[in-house]
């Protein structure tokens, strides 16, 4: 092998054959010196980079046989060349009966295919993705033949499968294929496509991989001639393929302006591996790194290019991947660092690294809930908590009188309601449902009030609350505090002596809370029943009366256990998780639980009464027959059975409809208007009249906010239901595998698959059972495996022990 290099180490030339005995003739070299020094001032020779232009000063390398160097002059080459002139004109003459023309009579001739024999060397596709290099070995079939290639095997193919035939190979000895393969790639440069791409493309003439041999290498020999195939089947620049019979190709030149694009997006694509790779070698560095060290999640998004990858992993572990692109770079990615094309890969990567923290809520980016306001909110809900005026002052009714008792979970922030009661001379009770009066600040239509009508509903997590208003409006303002005077909306209730409501007022008020208190604390000073607390003993007796008179109306009772999680330092790898169970049953949830319910009754009466569109709930439960659940257990079990079969909710926004599972002729939800656009929809109706002005929405207008808002509410209902799950199955996780948990039997859902309720987390699951266990039946279970990222728990029943 003979190789001319520029001193710079750009390749000018390089020439080979099978055997030292074949090696080209240098006149080869001086024909393709003679056509550089033409072409170094021809427009395309901005486009020849891979080649230096030759000067007289250059000075060449040439490698000979054996590995030996010398240095040659410019002058001395040229010497060289002209020793073999006669072998110059040789060549000319093969040349120019080559003639590359490309009309049609000679493309018919190029694309004629040998016919197979025994002992021909072919290259053949494998497979997808592999080609090899095979000699024939004899017929199989009709059509096929049994080849063995150059590692080796031995195999059966098709026609189709043969891509190329090297000429001139008479029975080739299979055990020289590897030396052939390595030594065609050992000759394989591919600069020498742009001088033979120049002269082409200047003659507009296509040309064979046999021709391209010839004007490259000097010589169409087998060696020479696959080499050129190679060249050729291999380039994404300069040669395109023109027509294919078999395994003839024919390829023709592209247009400058073709191979300048193909140049751009070449470099473009080196340029963006490049940044791949060192973006990769980032991601590894970060993945080692220990989990109290990794970089912060903002140090991401410094880098424009940096960021764009990193969003692009993140719209991939979401499934919401905006464009192609966003998919192609996060798979890109995850190939790079050996990780499956999986949404839970990139979630996994982007964990590794820092960016997600271990207990990330996917949910939270899938249904894009806002977790912040803009600043443009923020400053127009300040402006309102120290501009606005109250619309209502006048006419506000003093009750900082009355004791209020405001009871709530321990972690609420916005405090919506309170309750305050007496005993009447007549011995009637009154009852008094105090709801924060949020549109004391927000008006319909204002900036604000679009915010909190587009989202629709705080969201309240186990990790966070994103409230429905901006916080220090919801949480200072409009939220009831403890000893201060607060606006409120006062829906007062004179009950009779059966629970039934006997008088009713709705008027904008102020009143000063007393306690803000637990459920838990609240249950507890009924418990003590203390004489100074005569007030909350007397709302007791009150939710008692109306639970009474509303089961005597048909009221259907569904209080089950619900639990509650509050996660501290939720981005640690392991925070403290905070669980509650809830007995809706309990003395302190059925008293706030039936004054709400009772707030909701008058409110529909007086809308009703003023003609107000309102969002009327209802709920059908005709069909119900609650002696079918006789047999079962009251509480969870029971109220489980009948959840199963009732009917989904309706609203009308003209006239009240019945809600039969409360037991009520009417219903409308009011008493969190800080946390529920409706509720917050119907202070606006209800305020508008008792100020004795006309209703701001139609029924048709509340109607078309309602079917908007349904839709975000139900996609924050699955948040909440899901981020609960997750928090819970992780807290059994933590639990010593030894643990036993008590579970009631709900129902069943497949042969002796049940679904249980383990109490001591107000959490259900299916699990399997044995024979002879029946619906309420308790049992005893430990959980097997919890895997809270796939919503995955699986528990056993266990033996008494």
Not at 112 to 121: D, P, T, V
Not at 176 to 202: G, M, P, R, T, Y
Not at 244 to 253: D, E, N
Request: charged content about 25%; glycine content about 4%; hydrophobic content about 40%.
């Amino acid at each position: 092998m003979v190789t001319i290099r520029a001193v710079n180490g750009s390749s000018l030339l390089r020439c080979s054959s099978a055997s030292s005995s074949s090696s080209p003739p240098l006149s080869a070299f001086r024909r393709r010196l003679d056509r550089f020094m033409t072409l170094q001032f021809r427009p395309y020779s901005r486009l020849l980079s891979p080649f230096t232009v030759l000067r007289c000063e250059l000075r060449f390398f040439v490698y000979g046989g054996g590995g030996s160097v010398r240095t040659l002059s410019t002058h001395s080459l040229v010497d060289r060349v002209m020793e073999q002139l006669a072998a110059s004109t040789r060549s000319k003459r093969v040349r120019s009966a080559i003639k590359l023309t490309s009309s049609r009579e000679l493309l018919e001739d190029k694309l004629l295919n040998r016919q197979l024999q025994k002992g021909m060397l072919l290259e053949f596709k494998k497979d997808a993705e592999r080609v090899l290099l095979a000699v024939t070995q004899r017929p199989d079939g009709k059509k096929n033949w049994m080849v063995y290639d150059q590692n080796g095997v031995s195999s059966s193919i098709k026609p189709h499968q043969i891509t190329y035939i090297v000429p001139g190979v008479e029975n080739f000895d299979h055990s020289d294929i590897s030396s052939f393969v390595q030594k065609a790639w050992d000759n394989l440069d591919h600069s020498l496509l742009e001088f033979a791409w120049v002269e082409l493309l200047e003659n507009n003439k296509s040309v064979t991989p046999e021709e391209l041999a010839e004007m490259v290498f000097g010589s169409a020999d087998p060696l020479e001639s696959y080499c050129a195939h190679l060249l050729l089947s291999k380039d994404e620049l300069y040669f395109t393929v023109l027509e294919t019979r078999g395994s003839r190709s024919i390829y023709g030149p592209r247009s400058t302006a073709q191979v300048e694009e193909l140049m751009r997006r070449k470099l473009a694509k080196e340029t963006a591996d490049k940044e791949l790779q060192e973006f990769v070698q980032i991601l590894t560095s970060a993945r080692l790194l220990p989990s109290n060290n990794k970089p912060p999640k903002s140090s991401w998004l410094v880098d424009e290019k940096n960021r764009q990858k990193i969003e692009s992993l993140e719209a991939y572990a979401i499934d919401a991947c905006k464009t192609d692109e966003q998919k192609r770079t996060a798979g890109t990615i995850l190939k790079a660092v050996g990780m499956t094309k999986t949404a839970s890969s990139a979630t996994n990567l982007l964990t590794d690294i820092g960016y997600f923290h271990v207990h990330v809520n996917l949910d939270v980016l899938k249904l894009n809930i806002r977790t912040e306001h803009s600043d443009e909110i923020v400053a127009a809900a300040e402006a309102l908590l120290s501009e606005s005026s109250d619309p209502d002052e006048a006419d506000r009714k003093d009750l900082t009188h009355l004791k209020v008792y405001a009871i709530d979970v321990d972690e609420a922030d916005e405090l919506d309601d309170a309750l305050s009661s007496t005993r009447l001379q007549d011995g009637r009770i009154k009852v008094w449902i105090h709801v924060a009066d949020p549109a004391r600040y927000v008006l319909p239509g204002s900036i604000v009030d679009k915010e909190a009508r587009s989202r629709g509903t705080s969201v309240f997590l186990p990790t966070a609350t994103y409230p429905m208003f901006p916080e220090k409006l919801a949480m200072g303002g409009m939220s009831l505090k403890q000893g201060e005077a607060c606006n409120a909306v006062s829906v007062s209730v004179t009950l009779h002596s059966d629970g039934c409501i006997a008088e009713y007022s709705v008027c904008n008020s102020i009143v000063k809370p007393t306690y803000m208190l637990t459920y838990e604390s609240a249950t507890e000073l009924l418990n003590l029943n203390l004489e100074e607390e005569i007030e909350l003993k007397i709302l007791h007796e009150a939710a008692t009366l109306r639970s009474r008179w509303r089961r005597q109306q048909g009221a259907i009772d569904t209080a089950t256990l619900e639990p509650r999680v509050k996660v501290v330092n939720p981005e640690d790898p392991e925070p403290s998780i905070n669980l509650y169970v809830e007995d809706q049953a309990g003395p302190a949830m059925r008293l706030v639980s039936e004054m709400m319910i009772l707030c909701g009754e008058v409110i529909a009466t007086y809308g009703s009464c003023n003609n107000i569109p309102l969002p009327y709930r209802g709920q059908n439960q005709l069909n119900i027959d609650t002696t079918a659940f006789a047999h079962l257990p009251e509480g969870p079990v029971r109220s489980a059975a009948i959840v199963k079969i009732m009917r989904a909710a309706e609203i009308d926004f003209r006239k009240p409809v019945r809600h039969g599972i409360l037991g009520v002729p009417g219903y409308v939800q009011f008493t969190s208007p800080i946390r529920r656009y409706m509720d917050l929809l119907a202070h606006y109706q209800v305020k508008a009249v008792v100020r004795g002005e006309s209703p701001p929405f139609s029924a048709g207008q509340l109607e078309g906010i309602a079917s908007m808002h349904n839709i975000q509410a139900r996609l924050v209902k699955r948040l909440c239901s899901s981020s609960l799950r997750y928090w819970i199955i992780e807290f059994l996780k933590r639990q010593p595998k030894e643990r036993r948990y008590h579970a009631l039997v709900l129902r069943f859902i497949k042969d002796r698959i049940a679904s249980l309720l383990i109490t001591e987390v107000g959490f259900q699951a299916p699990a399997w059972v044995s024979e002879g266990v029946q619906v309420g039946d308790e049992l005893q279970v430990q959980v097997e495996e919890a895997h809270p990222r796939d919503d995955f728990l699986s528990l056993k029943e266990v033996g008494e022990g």
